[in-house]
């Protein structure tokens, strides 16, 4: 048998928009076919919430809030809240 579970820290950072598509994709299909859970960590919350199921927020090394990534834009800690405001618009 193998990993439980995957973490991918940064791992499409640094990566033009097509490359981290193939790289979502990878790691998408691992954790599909092989049935494992995947910790995902980023600084990109745009793609966290199209990529993530649930998002966990930290902040001075302890969690401040959880939610699932569909509720991202709902959130409520003054902390997720700066980091979301922070988002460029378009």
């Known amino acids: 048998a193998g ?3 995957m973490i991918a ?4 950072s640094a ?4 490359v981290q598509l193939d790289v979502l994709g990878i790691l ?3 954790v599909s ?10 600084h990109d919350l745009r793609l966290v919430s199209s990529f993530c199921d649930r ?3 930290m902040y001075a090394g302890k ?11 709902r959130a409520q800690h003054p902390y997720t ?4 405001n922070c988002m460029p618009k378009i």
């Open 3 to 5: 990993p439980e579970m």
């Open 15 to 18: 990566l033009d928009v097509t």
């Open 81 to 84: 809240r700066g980091l979301l």
């Open 63 to 73: 969690v401040v809030e959880q939610l699932k990534a569909s509720e991202l834009g």
């Open 33 to 42: 076919e092989r049935g494992m859970g995947l910790i995902f960590i980023s």
């Open 28 to 30: 998408d299909r691992l």
């Open 55 to 57: 998002v966990i927020v």
């Open 9 to 12: 820290d940064e791992p499409t």
